[in-house]
């Protein structure tokens, strides 16, 4: 993996969790075919390849989890419709990656203001 920087990272294993699952759907006739509890058996491998690649991340693991279980919960709940489930991975990924971002944002913002009450 050549991402750098540990939110980073956590964003490119949940992309690659999204993708994994639609793999699957792909696999599965879009997902016509395939089963809530097949999906999750092929994000748990792809959980495991991804956390191989950089084992001391914790944001990956953590990211990797975070859509693992999602799927883990919509299972719980009955659902099962692997379509739906595959494109909310993919909306959960996008969701922790623009969620990085505006955690960023605000780190520059306050950084700026120390900045600035420094130079005064």
């Known amino acids: 993996m050549t991402v750098r920087g540990a939110p980073a990272i956590g964003a490119a294993g949940a992309f690659g969790m999204a993708l994994a699952a639609r793999e699957y759907g792909l696999k599965r006739d879009g997902a016509k075919t395939g089963s809530m509890a097949g999906l999750v058996q092929a994000l748990e491998e792809a959980k495991a390849l991804l956390d191989k690649a950089r ?65 005064k």
């Not at 975070?66 to 595959?86: C, K, N, P, S």
């Not at 960023?104 to 913002?109: A, L, S, V």
Request: charged share 30%; net charge negative; hydrophobic share 45%.
């Open 55 to 119: 084992p001391t991340a914790v944001n990956l693991s953590w990211a990797t989890t975070r859509i693992l279980h999602l799927v883990q919960v919509l299972v719980e709940r009955g659902v099962d419709d692997v379509a739906y489930a595959i494109d909310t991975c993919l909306l959960e990924a996008q969701e922790l990656a623009d969620d990085d971002v505006k955690i960023n944002e605000r780190m520059g913002e306050h950084g700026a203001d120390f900045v600035e009450r420094l130079m």
